[in-house]
């Protein structure tokens, strides 16, 4: 049973950065698929970014450009790298790992953009 923990959410300004991490009680250097994901009030869940265990890496078309997923499985550690924020990336950003039996979400962390 994996749990993740999400940290680095805030509030910043338009045009500035925040950095994302997801920590996981377990390794997950065996995942098939780490991904971030968001939902602002009203809205439904949408993908963010995904990173495979290949290393492939894809974004939503809004974010391509200013954010990047990484990940450190010594750390078992995915992160998101935000840059360039926009008021209209302002929700809650959810860690999402997956294996290929089961898949894990995180309690998400929020992350405003304001001036």
């Known amino acids: 049973q994996v749990q993740l923990v999400e940290s680095g959410g805030g509030l910043v300004q338009p045009g500035g950065s925040l950095r994302l991490s997801c920590a996981a009680s377990?390794?997950?250097?065996?995942?098939?698929?780490m991904g971030w994901y968001r939902q602002a009030p009203g809205e439904r869940r949408r993908l963010v970014a995904v990173?495979?265990?290949?290393?492939?890496?894809n974004y939503a078309d809004s974010v391509k450009g200013r954010f990047t997923i990484s990940r450190d499985n010594t750390k078992s550690t995915v992160y998101l790298q935000m840059n360039s924020l926009k008021s209209e990336d302002t929700a809650v950003y959810y860690c999402?790992?997956?294996?290929?039996?089961?898949?894990?979400w995180g309690q998400g962390t929020q992350v405003t953009v304001s001036s």
């Open positions: 999402n790992v997956v294996f290929v039996a089961d898949s894990y």
């Open positions: 377990g390794s997950i250097s065996s995942a098939d698929v």
């Open positions: 990173i495979t265990g290949a290393g492939y890496t």
